[in-house]
């Protein structure tokens, strides 16, 4: 390093990657769909009521314990009550970082949801997910909660061929790789 030179941030990356941007094949396409958010959803309370849906519904889902409202409460955007989203989800197709995929939501214009945007998207278009693929929704990472290691945790549901359901928490600092999909929300 020079001395007196800057040391970039992840945030720096990001932009930079964002505003330099091209055409990025390591994520392709794989469904495209709106979700309406109900004209009830209380962002601050969505993880309680997911949770408690879920229940009711008697469906295979596994969810993790840390997955609570007061956990991911710092999330970067609210979703709108009533708002309709365009919404797609992306196949990683090699093994991606977690700022790599910051870098291509922000080239989209995403909308980053967190754990909110994901358990919403679950329990109103379920039939969306990829079968046998983990699919993530990202936040800025220091929205993101952290364990006891000192990991921030990204939200991810896993969607198995025999109807099973699992919403877990993937490590911001690993890798992504041909097993994970990425959520995307953009405004209409």
Same mark, same amino acid.
């Given at each position: 390093?020079?001395?007196?030179?800057?040391?970039?941030? &992840?945030?720096?990356?990001?932009?930079?990657?964002?505003?330099?941007?091209?055409? +990025?094949?390591?994520?392709?396409?794989?469904?495209?769909?709106?979700? /309406?958010?109900?004209?009830?959803?209380?962002?601050?309370?969505?993880?309680?009521?997911?949770?408690?849906?879920?229940?009711?519904?008697?469906?295979?889902?596994?969810?993790?314990?840390?997955?609570?409202?007061?956990?991911?409460?710092?999330?970067?955007?609210?979703?709108?009550?009533?708002?309709?989203?365009?919404?797609?989800?992306?196949?990683?197709?090699?093994?991606?970082?977690?700022? +790599?995929?910051?870098?291509?939501?922000?080239?989209?214009?995403?909308?980053?949801?967190?754990?909110?945007?994901?358990?919403? /998207?679950?329990?109103?278009?379920?039939?969306?997910?990829?079968?046998?693929?983990? /699919?993530?929704?990202?936040?800025?990472?220091?929205?993101?909660?952290?364990?006891?290691?000192? +990991?921030?945790?990204?939200? +991810?549901?896993?969607?198995?061929?025999?109807?099973?359901?699992?919403? &877990?928490?993937?490590?911001?600092?690993?890798?992504?790789?041909?097993?994970?999909?990425?959520?995307?929300?953009?405004?209409?």
């Amino acid at each position: 390093m020079v001395a007196g030179s800057i040391t970039p941030t &992840s945030g720096d990356v990001i932009a930079s990657l964002s505003k330099h941007s091209v055409i +990025d094949d390591r994520f392709g396409l794989l469904t495209s769909f709106q979700l /309406t958010v109900p004209k009830g959803y209380t962002h601050g309370t969505q993880l309680t009521t997911f949770a408690e849906y879920e229940e009711q519904k008697s469906e295979r889902l596994y969810r993790s314990n840390d997955i609570t409202d007061k956990k991911y409460a710092g999330a970067t955007n609210q979703l709108v009550p009533g708002k309709t989203y365009g919404v797609k989800i992306f196949a990683i197709k090699q093994v991606v970082t977690s700022d +790599d995929c910051l870098a291509f939501l922000a080239s989209r214009n995403a909308i980053l949801v967190g754990a909110q945007g994901i358990s919403l /998207t679950r329990q109103l278009k379920k039939d969306e997910f990829p079968v046998g693929k983990w /699919t993530v929704s990202f936040d800025k990472k220091e929205a993101l909660w952290r364990d006891g290691r000192g +990991d921030r945790r990204v939200p +991810d549901i896993f969607r198995d061929s025999g109807g099973g359901w699992c919403f &877990s928490l993937g490590v911001f600092r690993c890798g992504w790789g041909g097993g994970f999909c990425l959520l995307c929300f953009c405004d209409f």
